[in-house]
């Protein structure tokens, strides 16, 4: 079943280094477009759906490279508006081995989606055309004008009677000080109002201040996300544990709780080529794992290949389709394809 | 004689679509730092002084960035301080015939520049050290802080016995609506306390409110200029005048104004490789000649083959010596130099 | 008015030596993808309309990399169906002075748009939604099952109301050899369905057989064009004269004929950065100026600078907005826009 | 001993995108010039042989290009002709860790070499002045004029007293529906001409028909190569087991059969650059053992380490010295030279 | 008729800045192998000849990518031998406009062809083999033993009847101080040995010392270079008078004296890509000419026009064909060749 | 504590390949510059010291290039003296798996610095400047001049009160035939006068001719290092083994002797990107250890981890910081750093 998809957020300009210089020692960056909402409306797109990304982009040069960059993703124009003056930028220095890949933000706060205020949006008529919305915890973040947005508009989805995904995605950096405190009340409007979640056990300890005696993670994840299920009434939690090597690989495991029950994928290991965005991946893969109503245990092994390979693939954005990840749920891999 | 020479004012990050795609064309961009500031310092020492920066830049990734940019270039960065979270930006789309060139600025009202405090710099020590300070009309238009600290820096290098060049600079863009009115009374502050001004006809019109009943330009600055060297008692007052064709070439002339008399260049017609930054070659040129005590009418030649060689190295910054720019007033260009 | 618009043709892949090197010295391509169609489907976009392409691609790489590259350019997918195996390409070797740019074509005979039948495409659903189609000389060399397809969705458009475009362009190559003769009665079953016609006197000469006595291009004009008018029935009828310089610029007159009166432009001269598709941009000037019913002087001074800053475009496919244009088509050209 | 060696077959244009990028993700490609015939023929080159080339190229900026390319490779153009008007293509995208690299072909049908009638070969002069000639099971597949050629061809050189290399190569792609049933009398007309033979045991089953009861890949091929040996008369065949690992790792296990004895390699594990054409540089190191009379053990170690170190080589075709490669054969990898 | 032609004479490796920035901007280089043999050599294998080439080059890594260089310019490598431990270089600086390109030696002195004996060639047996050998004073002012085997080798050239040209090509660099008078010996017995010759009225003047009391340049020549036919024996003298322009073009004019009478070209304007080497395709205009028998007039033009086209190539050798250069001899330039 | 630090030795301009291809396939090179005293005192100032190079560059562009590299790098440009004609140049070919990294020399011996003469030199002014002044034996082995120059500078520091750091880094290709005789007497001299010196077991017996029963590198460097120490007064030795495989990474574990005993790191694996250049990190680590007074085991595994880090980093010249190290001495490798 293809279903109407639209995703809240703001667009970011990637500016990264190419190859492993970094940004002090090289003269060229490659830049291209992205940001969760981006990303989760693209992948669907490549899955099959009809995506669509409700952001506000300036009427600059930026925001026209923006504009056509999504277009190029496949992502329906309908609900961007343009305005205000600036795009949000981050710069990307690729790591390698036990050197970490650096994120440097720029020009985040002062952007066109977070100054826009919400009587930009058509949010009513937007409601009526789509079957699922997705929101970030990075969005809600941002400032109180872009959480009014997001929680008034995922109340009128819900009252047309589509479905809402939130994906936790906590960053530190943008909460700031006491971050949990001032975040908590603001995730607990969203989970009330969220049929899928991504989260994890961290999540839950820290931003819902939730307790477990467990010391392993998966443990963890078993006592807890039950009673976040409960408590907010989701019917569908799902999140990851990645494990990092020095060696330029890491490990996913995927999993997923729904009709009070778990499942969890293989632990699968994989070279990576850029990291970022993969988790995105990983959600979409659980967002059409949920829409095509796979089995469980087929939905995370899914959404863990979905994430594998976004992680072989240059950019933030997922461009895999179904049959690649098909593909990739197998544990061989192939020869070249002729 | 070689000189200390202070520049205060602003790095940008220069990020520029390679050849002559549109940004919504390409993927890639070259980057680099720049700003009149940066300009004026690094032009002269190429030309011999002793070449400092009076700024503020991130302790980030872009700010390392740009401090080994600006190392490479030959400034000092004893006075560079670090701090604040941001470096503006503009994007550089080259235009090409009768497409111009564009700019799109990014990111500068935040930047760690225009947010530095005054206490944050050592304006005492600085103004012992240095024998001449560049101010420039962009910083001007920043806002009420950075003009308190230009206007008390400028009183301090003249009560070491230095020396203050001003050049004016205005951009409509920076001082918004009613912009003439809003910037008269602070270019006037700084016009009293400069030594060498950089202005043409059009500054004492508009900003100064100044009237003439001439018409050709050549005329009007004839007419006006003397009124301003008079009014704010100013030693030298340089400017161009720039002729633009479709052919990928522009022209100058030079003029200068120093005891009561005017000096004009020919009118020289050149290739235009890069644009951006030749009016500071043009400025460095000035100082120069003015410091080495050239006769007025060599400093302006000297100051447009600045000039128009600046529009022949790629980046805003100029790095001719002395040598490239005593050569290039010649008017023969000479085959391969082996 | 904002319009629907449709171009049915075929896509090609433009493979292009970068900087001036030859295929024999380079060892890296730039690509894009092009065609009339392509070029007037969003030059239109641009300008304001909603541009569509009807146009056959391969179910593979090369052919999601195609889809993809139009969505970028606005292009609507609606009309665009994939099957067949081959995308037609060309590979182009910048020319420089006195050196001609090189054009080697590859793979078209064979390409998913020239192997494609009639019934794949929706003609009739397509003739119901557009207002405007647009056919070019080039497809209707192609074979005579292209040649069926366009003639029959032609007829289909005017009997829902729509109007008709046909460039002549004709091409020596395409048609082989005695080609004129070949050509000639496709043509007219062409210019007599047509409602606006890019064509020139030497169209009129050698496709159609028409005699002047006239030896100024000029003057052959104005002495054949009203006669193909009258013959055919055709509401507007305009082309361009254009001259090459050894200096890498070219210069362009247009001309429109409609309601038996004739427009010239002034001739044009400008430095040429990408020559190809440039006629495309003039096409599309003097389509837009139709649609919004500008007097035939503005129309054609509009669709002059439309082909001129395409020559100052890379690639293929204008990208100037109205505004651009009406820009460019004052006589002075302006510094960096900032 | 240097000998004169030739090789029949079709001149591919490679046009890979850089870095891991997909074809629809990026704007520029790598080109080069390959084909199995072209890479024993340089690859023989390197050895110490001479190596010529014997095939069909347009005349236009392709054919000059790739010209250029060979004469580069230093491979002998005596035997390449001009005509026809296409080059065979293929893009290549490359893969990572688990996501497989992938290739597209373009334009191969009708290729110059693929079009070219015998009569414009010199088969006779050929034969007369080389000692080995090689054929490959992808030309075999393209269409009966060229398989008419390439049987009269080895009949020739047969006939001189030359030695026939014949690589089987198989491509399903290229045989398409029932392909082996279509190949198989082909084949066996190559193998009764054939001194030297790459295949293995899939080769046996698949494409003659053969049966085994053994289950394990090198039992089948101790089972059925000495009866293929047998029944068409060949003094050696040879072949690899190639395994593939998510680690961006491949290792090879090469095999020789000869003088009714079995040699086998160690399996050699390596990371892998550029897969493709290095099944080429195995055959090539087996000739070059054959010729330089090698011990069949050293011979299979040498044409397995030239196999491993041109998957360190970026494109198709092997660039290595024999003393490279004996360095190869040693297990210890040294630090960088100097 | 096609002829086979020999240059004597060192490669050079090129590292061009791309684009025009400086060395001390830019972090990337272009390489290419090049050198007044290289050029000739290569240039009338363009134009039907066989071209070899006689120099040393080390057996490293640089030199193996000289010898893969100079064959895919089509250059025979029969006479190249490996030896010594350099490659003599050159950096490229590309000026613009008013500023001159900027070339930076390295590595000259110790090359393998400059520290190479003349027992290494095989001078006997090319002297056997070829028809005309090509020197020039670039070679003549490296060191004894190269000015030693340059005259042995055209001493025995001569001996079997073969031709040699000499360009004269005085670099002041290479001589050093009081250059005139150390080169004119060795020019002399050159000049005494050579049947075509390349030289202007400065080298008559200054190493040949001779006098005139005319000022124009054209006057000079008809004044001088009769004298050295005569003195010298000479059959044919060639040379160029070049215009340099600040809009990045150039003009040319072209003479030959010949049976004692002079053909003078027009003096043909042009736009410049890239001017090295561009002297060397003159050169070969006028051997190719020669072996031709066209007309002097004929003869004049084509080397004017070779030498023209070769201003608009990438790289200092030339790769124009003969027909390339008929085409540039009309005075028009076309549209795109399709 | 802050250290002012200076490293005299020879610039050297790398001319690296791009990717994996080799010299014979590229056309382009990255450049930088680089070299063992260059890398160590650049990467003293990332770690909070004021870093100086005494060496000699010549007054053209490759100098002026060098010189603006050097800035960049943070270097302190007061010892740098221009003349003489020359840069050493160094080509490299990245590997990849089995096939090594390689490196060719050119244009070394005719350096500026290996041509200069001592008197050039502020020896005198230098040696009352600094702290601490690094050798290195490469330097060593240049010339007779160039060995005069170093112990007579390591002598004048010493007088002053500053410590001298030797790496004894020996070069076989360097030194020639029967090098390790000539080698030793020099090392014995620097050995004598040095407080901190870089080698290991090897060079204890192959430079100084020691002899141990041992068979195991650890057991030898335990039982040869302290004799040295004692031998020639030595404060502290380190050094470090390193382990390479064939899938592109290594492994390191270093050493220190100091006060009579030893430590030892384990031993670290690490994937490879940049070795070259590694060596010099360990010791800034070792050097940076003793200037802040760490204890032997915290400099070693901060040596080590420098080490490791630098493989990880594009260019010879190490960039990391202090916490980067410290970062890097923990076990496990972080996620992106946001």
Redesign the interface.
Known sequence: MSENILAFGEVMMR?QV????????A??????FSGTGVNISSALTRLGHKGYLMTTLPN???G??SV??L????IHSTFIRRGGE??G?Y?L?N?????????????R??SSFNTATGEMYNFAEAAKQIGIVHFCGITLAMNDSVRVQMKSFAKAVKENGGKVVFDCNY?P?NWGENGYGKAKPHYEEMLYMADIVMMNEKDAMHILGMNTVKEQRVEQVKDLIPAVAKKYDIDVIAGTH?Y??????HALQGFMYKNQAFTFSEIK?????D??GAGDAYTSGIIHGELKRFEPAKTVDFAVAAG??A?????DTP?STES?IFR?MTD???????
């Open positions: 500016l190419p190859g492993h210089e970094l940004l002090q020692q003269s060229t960056l490659n830049y291209s600059n040069a930026i026209d490279a056509s960059y277009q190029k993703l496949g600036n795009v930028m710069f220095e790591g390698f081995g036990m050197r970490s890949s650096r994120v440097t933000y720029a020009n706060k002062e960053r950096l990645r990092i090597n020095g060696d330029n690989s290991r994989f070279a990576v080529l990291r970022i594998m390979l992680h072989s693939i240059v950019g461009v690649d990739a061989s891999v192939g020869d070249v394809e002729r």
